[in-house]
């Protein structure tokens, strides 16, 4: 019970961060191995694990506050040529002129990153370990390799935009954040922007003991996220638990009654369709289904239209009351879908068989047009 309540703030405040839209991928998940699920961090902003970096970076600060970040798409190392490249020199000069080229350019790019101010360097390419050496000595932190969804995650809370060149970095670039540090957190290492100025995105540090087990509560929270973020796009609600099938089988019973067509035979055995719900529920809970069915059908004759299954105590329950609730739209969209399934089975007048995939003798009684007609 504990981490339930633990759980369903966490999952409640982290969709609360999104912006109207409720994007779901602007709430990251990252599992680290350890500790216990109680040990659960929600990091208003981004964090995201350390990437791989050279020699120099543990020289580097590990927090700032209010720095400047730069976020690139650019390669800050010195890149081996093709394999089919060729360069012909004809002297020593000549080949020292191309190194100091190349070392030329990337000093011009570090040096441009440095005057504009610039405290935190990403990248979602390679950084060097030159480029690395070069940031540490002048107090500045860098990371490369960072991936995608996290650089986007970063500038949907810090702000600025990603640049593929070091000639654009200003301030309206380049974003921001309240505090970065790096901290330690069971056997790694992460990177954490918070107080964000734009932040509409949040990411969940998630501990726990073996892998499996932190993968079946990524997913338990996956789905308790989809379903916050679907009460606040849709507010309707309705009982779970085969209630509310249970009451519209009781109303469209009462209305075939009044029916002297053969409408009454098709109204009804929608009514009776719908009792599929709450009786699935009982088997898949091992209970007796038709015990529950009939005290469900009691209840509703008498007008109490929120009783459904309580799997908690193999008994009926007020699930209005007792908080198990389904957005109406969720329901609305399965009533049409199933019998929009169901018109088109019955559209099905005749049917096709091919010989070569029916088993064998293709014997016995002819086929037929459809619903039992012979041909």
Known sequence: MARKIFFKKMVVDAVLMLDTL???????IKKVPGGGLEDT?????VAFKKTFSYAGFEMQPKSYDNP??????IELELKAE?????????NVAEYQK??????GILYDKLDKIHQSGAKIVLSKLPIGDVATQYFSDRDMFCAGRVPEE???RTIKACGGSVLTTVGDLKDSTMGTCERFEEKQIGSDRFNFFTGCPHAKTCTVVLRGGAEQFMDETER???DAIMIVRRAMKNDAIVAG???IEMELSKYLRDVSRTIAGKEQLLIGAYAKALEVIPRQLCDNAGFDSTNILNKLRQKHAQGHKWYGVDIMNEDIADNFHECVWEPSLVKINALTAASEAACLILSVDETVKNPKSGGGDMGGMPAGRGRGRPM
Do not use: F, T
């Open 150 to 152: 996290d650089l986007k």
């Open 82 to 90: 093709r394999d089919n490249a060729e360069v012909r020199v004809s």
């Open 98 to 103: 191309i190194v100091d080229a190349e070392w």
């Open 220 to 222: 338990s929270l996956h």
């Open 241 to 243: 638990g085969g209630a």
């Open 41 to 45: 961090l929600l990091v208003q902003g």
């Open 68 to 73: 400047k970040i730069a976020l690139l798409n």
């Open 22 to 28: 409720l994007p779901l991928d602007m709430i990251g």
